[in-house]
Structures are given as C-alpha cells and as structure tokens.
C-alpha cells in the first residue's frame, strides 16, 4: 500500500513539474516598444500579429510587412529598430549580471535595422553578435574595435 501511494506522489510531481520545465525554457528577453503597420511574430511554428507590450522570447522571429516597423526593447536595455520588409531572429540572448553572464546574438536576415546598445554592450561588447545576410559584426575579446567580417 505504502509503495502505491509513494508510486501515486511521484507521478503527480512529475507530471507537475514537466510543464514547468517547458515554461522555463521560453525565455522572455524583451517586449514590444511600439509598432506600424503589419508586424507578426513566429513562435513555436505559428504566426501571430504583434502588438504593443507584446513579449519577445528567444528564438522568436520578427517579421515586418511592406508597411511595418516595430521597436523592440531588450532586457538589458538594448533597442531594435526594424524597417519595412524585415525579418530578425532572436538567436541567443543571456544577461545575467549577477552571475557574469553575457551574449547577445541578434541574426538579422533581410530588410532594414537600427541597433542601439545596452547594458549588454557595455558590460561585455565582445559578447554581441549580429548575423547579417553578407556578414558578421562583433567584437574581439582583446580588442576594443568592432570587426566586420563580410561574405565575398
């Protein structure tokens, strides 16, 4: 008897705990500032409408119609700004100053983009990263100039 109720309790908290688990995977790295026009987010494989206040998650995919443009706070205080026909990924982003733990890495696919540093940036630059479609911008660890490194 002892052993069914133990069996019962175990599988209660796993079965509480395994959508907790998920949830802790998606995690929010900024919001939505303010938008124009058609602006949609791509999550988990579905399209949904963006709209003011809206959180962004790692991993998330910002798209902008030929009318759109969207401004995204991140956590650290890092601001995009995205033009008409744009699409960004949100491929990484860790701010944990407590802990020292730094990156940043933006993959900007097509269209148009103002990027303005945080904290992140200031804190440890060689820890951003921004993909773009013929290059890559990021800073060296013993370095203090930006390098680009552009596709030939």
């Given amino acids: 008897?002892?052993?069914?109720v133990f069996s019962y309790c175990l599988a209660v908290i796993l079965l509480c705990t395994i959508p907790l688990l998920a949830f802790a995977e998606a995690r929010v790295v900024g919001k939505v500032k303010g938008l124009r026009g058609l602006v949609s987010i791509l999550r988990d494989g579905k399209t949904k409408p963006a709209f003011?206040?809206?959180r962004i998650y790692q991993s998330d995919i910002i798209l902008t119609g030929s009318d759109g443009a969207i401004g995204i706070l991140l956590e650290d205080n890092t601001?995009?700004?995205m033009g008409p026909i744009s699409r960004?990924?949100?491929d990484k982003f860790?701010?944990?100053p407590a802990t020292n733990e730094?990156?940043?890495r933006l993959n900007m696919q097509h269209g148009t983009f103002v990027y303005q540093s945080g904290l992140l940036g200031k804190l440890a630059p060689?820890?951003?990263e921004l993909i773009t479609p013929v290059g890559r911008i990021s800073m060296l660890k013993e370095d203090?100039?930006?390098r680009a490194k552009f596709a030939e």
């Fill in 1 to 4: 008897m002892k052993k069914t």
């Fill in 52 to 54: 003011p206040n809206d």
């Fill in 79 to 81: 601001l995009i700004s």
């Fill in 88 to 90: 960004v990924r949100m």
């Fill in 94 to 96: 860790t701010f944990e």
């Fill in 102 to 104: 730094y990156a940043m």
């Fill in 126 to 128: 060689h820890a951003v």
């Fill in 144 to 146: 203090t100039n930006f």
